[in-house]
């Protein structure tokens, strides 16, 4: 004989509803909590330098723009010319670019361009910087031309960077003492960088150097300031 099955009582199913119900809310509730928390931020690709044989005519025009407020130019651009003399000299040039803020071009340079220099030849080195270097990179400028007496830096910069500040005008100062030449980059030092470290947009090859307002009356305004710095 089959056995009878219980009907449920009214109270059990109320609470199995509740339950449901209650458990769904929970639910709801925790996804509504995971999509307000914030989401986890990126991580930044890793630091890289940028090289090459010209940049970009746009990157020139904005970094390298001689303004005395540097609003959004956070980047270093180093145009560079190398001269190796010894038994077969030669000249070799590029240019490097800092990706982020993790490293610094001139550092970069030391360390991927011009890593060691050999004891039997004399390297003559030119550089083009949209900036003056930071403290840390004005150190390891003088580090670098200490150890290495058979190099010479000379820096032609286009704007300074935060010039009044106390600790910067001691690392240039020491730059200057370890024999680094730096000058300001003069309207005609810009229209050489122009000609020889910027690819030329597409149907301007050869297009002449136009000089922006106030390139000369900023120049003179950084090369009085470098040379009271430097005095």
């Known amino acids: 004989m089959a056995e009878k099955q219980k009907e449920p009582q009214p109270a059990q199913n109320g609470e199995k ?4 119900e209650n458990a769904e809310k929970a639910e709801n509730a925790e996804n509504a909590e995971e999509a307000e928390m914030p989401k986890e931020l990126e991580e930044l690709p890793p630091f890289e330098i940028v090289t090459g044989e010209r940049l970009p005519a ?3 025009k904005f970094q390298f723009k001689n303004v005395e407020y540097s609003s959004g130019r956070n980047k270093t651009f180093l145009c560079y010319i190398i001269e190796i003399q010894g038994k077969e000299s030669k000249t070799f040039q590029g240019y490097l670019e800092d990706e982020h803020a993790a490293a610094h071009a001139e550092d970069a340079f030391f360390n991927n361009i011009l890593p060691k220099c050999e004891s039997g030849l004399r390297y003559n080195v030119t550089w083009y910087v ?3 270097p930071c403290m840390a990179c004005a150190d390891r400028i003088t580090k670098a031309l200490q150890k290495n007496k058979n190099l010479r830096l000379s820096i032609l910069v286009g704007r300074l960077f935060m010039w009044e500040e106390p ?5 240039l100062k020491k730059m200057k003492a370890a024999g680094c030449k730096m000058n300001i980059m003069k309207p005609q030092d810009f229209e050489y960088v122009w000609k020889n470290f910027v690819e030329q947009e597409e149907g301007e090859e050869g297009k002449a150097f136009v000089p922006w ?3 000369q009356e900023n120049f003179q305004f950084y090369e009085e300031k470098l040379a009271e710095i430097l005095q």
């Open 17 to 20: 509803a509740e339950n449901t």
């Open 58 to 60: 746009f990157f020139f």
């Open 130 to 132: 949209s900036s003056s």
């Open 167 to 171: 600790e910067i005008q001691g690392a």
């Open 213 to 215: 307002e106030d390139i």
